[in-house]
């Protein structure tokens, strides 16, 4: 069982930059399909934002962070990076990296997968 601790989080003003990680302990990220990253703002449903899967050459993201935002692993250092550029206040929220060990057909469902870190919040001021 793996155990995800996410981190880089902030307060950040429109147009900066911040880069998330995840690190993994307990199982490395090289036996895990699919790792991903969700947010979720106060009074909204947790929602996709990008996945890698194991060979790190496949990225999904979604249309809203598309060209801003990329998902990179770095299996050496069991650690997925989120790097965000051109922040926006539409931004905020609390990331949460999830993995799973088995691609299960889709990637943008929170349900796709099975472990999860506590979240870090992310802040974009105007």
């Known amino acids: 069982q793996v155990q995800l601790v996410e981190s880089g989080g902030g307060l950040v003003q429109d147009g900066d930059s911040l880069r998330l990680s995840c690190a993994a302990s307990g199982r490395t990220f090289s036996t895990y399909d699919m790792v991903g990253w969700f947010r979720q703002a106060p009074g909204k449903e947790r929602d996709f934002v990008a996945a890698i899967f194991r060979s790190g050459t496949s990225t999904y993201y979604s249309d809203s962070v598309k060209g801003r935002f990329t998902i990179s692993r770095d299996n050496a250092k069991n650690t997925v990076y989120l790097q965000m550029n051109s922040l926006k206040p539409e931004d905020t929220a609390v990331y949460y990296c999830?993995?799973?060990?088995?691609?299960?057909?889709?990637?943008?469902?929170?349900?796709?997968?099975?472990?999860w870190g506590q979240g870090t919040q992310v802040t974009v001021s105007s």
């Open positions: 999830a993995a799973t060990r088995y691609y299960p057909g889709t990637y943008f469902r929170p349900d796709d997968y099975g472990y």
